[in-house]
């Protein structure tokens, strides 16, 4: 089985790494306003007031996709060291523009095990659990998060909104039946929901991320943080990459390597304590208490697939995947795709319908959609469904066959839309009944049990190597590296009595 990082890490860092941001589209045009960094005007690709709008449509889009994590210590932390460090940058500075100075910025904590944090235009902040994990003392989280306010202040979406031609996303496969209907954008955004306006990408560039890195030295510098902390991060990074022998994916092209912004950082840092800013702030003991409990990697509460079968432990569902195909678990959607990425199954909770003939037919009944049969049916001989088999046509005009299945359990309507196109479908239908049929209570009492891992900080009671406080056996599917990364130590490193670790634990 992969280990840790490769399962969970690098699998989806090809999304999400560092993303720059998703945004609802707004014709680019050309306004002349101040950039509020180095205060001349020049042209943007968006005024100010339509990057707050951009960030107040994506926010419910990026909530609905990762989640909030579950903690209002943890949330309320990460909303007073933004404001911290928002106080201290361009946006709030007595010579700024009032536009800019007063702006309501948005910081929130995502449960998310990737390792990210973003923002979007308009003064929108992100960071997932995964972050805060590789993260070990506030000065670290300051710098990360400074670098974050910074993009948005040097309004490096408008700029790069100017410069770059926008194209549409493509859809996974040639097989998407519109957002509308089946809520999946794209190959690109598999792992992310649908908006109710088209999603586009927009990257960027190194000198953006070289920019942004400076404000976030300058921002928590100025804050009073050892601001040089902020190198260990990319330490941490260059070390994942290293551990598997590759660049991760989508970052050299788009973001300074590493390994260079692990030693520009200190350098940065230094010119700001020649300025006099002393930066002696880490607070290390307060992070560590603050992230004490926190889940690391993927919650199994929330869903996880084990032996060819996707089980819902908080829920107390499960059913099958299909041999080689890929799964992707979101807060609001479990998709399946095939090896081939010719077919998909997308199954959700329908909040709208009381019984699985409503939910089948307000997919069926939509415009567009040709209805072959319907009819009731029993999920593993027991629960109440329906189920329908329709064509539709791509926008291209592309045929395809859609099976769309329904059951009530619980308290909820349950539904999966499986869909291919249509000269593929009879290769595919035994795969989507597969998964539909086989729908059923859960009753393994240690699945039901399952308890997700959690970041354990304490103190160390006595001297020794890193490797010799490991657990045994080590959680989940990591391996001792992948902890001594999180601690941003060597495995044979020597730890000091009193030294703060961090151990993940079941």
Not at 97 to 120: G, H
Not at 166 to 173: L, S, T, W
Not at 286 to 295: E, F, N, S
Request: hydrophobic share 35%; glycine share 8%; proline share 5%.
């Amino acid at each position: 089985m992969p280990n840790y990082y490769k399962k969970t890490l690098m699998r989806q860092l090809k999304t999400y790494f560092f993303l720059p941001f998703f945004i609802t589209f707004l014709v680019a045009g050309c306004s002349i306003q101040k950039n509020p960094v180095t205060g001349t005007t020049r042209a943007f690709g968006y005024s100010w007031s339509q990057e707050i709008q951009i960030g107040r449509d994506a926010d419910p889009e990026i909530v609905a996709q990762f989640g909030l994590y579950d903690d209002d210590e943890l949330a309320d932390y990460v909303v007073e060291i933004g404001e911290r460090i928002l106080a201290e940058s361009h946006l709030r500075r007595p010579d700024t523009d009032r536009q800019f100075r007063e702006t309501e910025f948005t910081f929130r904590m995502l449960d998310s095990p990737v390792i990210n944090a973003f923002a979007l235009p308009g003064g929108y902040i992100y960071f997932t659990r995964g972050m805060m994990a590789h993260l070990s003392n506030e000065a670290q989280f300051a710098v990360v998060m400074g670098h974050e306010i910074g993009h948005v202040a040097a309004r490096h979406a408008s700029q790069r909104a100017l410069r770059q031609t926008i194209g549409q996303i493509a859809v996974v496969g040639g097989a998407v039946l519109g957002q509308e209907i089946l809520g999946l954008p794209g190959q690109t955004l598999l792992e992310l929901s649908s908006t109710a306006a088209q999603l586009l990408f927009l990257s960027y560039s190194r000198d953006n991320e070289r920019e942004s890195d400076a404000l976030g030295v300058e921002y928590a510098a100025m804050s009073g943080y050892d601001s040089a902390e902020g190198a260990a991060l990319f330490t941490s990074l260059k070390r994942i990459s290293e551990k598997y022998g590759q660049t991760i994916p989508n970052f050299v092209s788009t973001h300074p390597d590493p390994g260079e912004r692990e030693i520009r950082i200190p350098r940065l840092a230094d010119e700001w304590r020649e300025r006099s800013y002393e930066q002696t702030e880490r607070n290390e003991e307060r992070y560590m208490q603050i992230i004490d409990g926190l889940i690391f990697g993927d919650n199994p509460r929330h869903g996880f697939e084990e032996n060819g079968v996707f089980y819902h432990p908080d829920l107390e569902f499960r059913y099958n995947i299909p041999s080689g195909w890929e799964m992707i678990n979101q807060p609001s959607q479990v998709v399946l795709l095939s090896q081939q990425e010719d077919a998909v199954s997308i199954f959700r909770i329908d909040g709208e319908s009381s019984t699985p003939q409503q939910s089948v037919r307000a997919i069926t009944s939509q415009d567009g959609i040709q209805l072959l049969e319907e009819g009731e049916t029993l999920s593993s001989g027991e629960w109440n469904a329906y189920e329908a088999t329709a064509h539709a046509s791509l926008q291209d005009g592309t045929p395809i066959g859609l099976y769309i299945y329904a059951v009530s359990y619980g308290d909820y309507i349950y539904r999966f839309i499986n869909y291919t196109v249509r000269d593929r479908y009879d290769t595919y239908e035994d795969n989507f009944r597969y998964v539909t049929e086989s729908f059923d209570r859960l009753t393994d009492p240690s699945i039901l049990a399952i308890e997700p891992v959690r970041i354990q900080t304490f103190r160390a009671n006595r001297s020794g190597t890193f490797e010799s406080f490991l657990p045994d056996p080590i959680p989940m599917d990591m391996d001792a590296l992948d902890i001594a990364i999180i601690n941003q130590v060597e495995l044979e490193d020597q730890i000091q009595q009193g030294q703060w670790l961090k151990i993940p634990v079941q």
